[in-house]
């Protein structure tokens, strides 16, 4: 993440939003030195969000880690053989 005084980020707003966008940069917005904002697309703010969701869940979480055991087992299945299997 990069960091910018809340001085610059008013000036340069317009590309910071859009190296945001296209580049999914994201901006710590500093005032007196210390954060204040973060500035992200709307993608990714959704993304981090459906994160939030989903890690605030006790069922998904242990999921995920029965899942990550079994890969570790050995268990898991390559993406490419899952779609030839679905074919």
Request: charged share 40%; aromatic share 6%; proline share 1%.
């Amino acid at each position: 993440m990069k960091t910018i005084n809340i001085t610059d980020a008013k000036k340069k707003l317009l590309e910071l939003v859009r190296e945001a966008d296209e580049n999914f940069e994201r901006y710590c917005i500093m005032r007196n030195g210390e954060p204040k904002a973060v500035l992200m697309s709307a993608d990714d703010y959704d993304s981090w969000l459906e994160t939030m969701e989903i890690m605030s869940s006790k069922e998904a979480v242990a999921e995920i880690k029965k899942a990550r055991k079994e890969l570790d087992q050995g268990k898991g299945i390559a993406f490419e053989k899952l779609l030839e299997r679905l074919k």
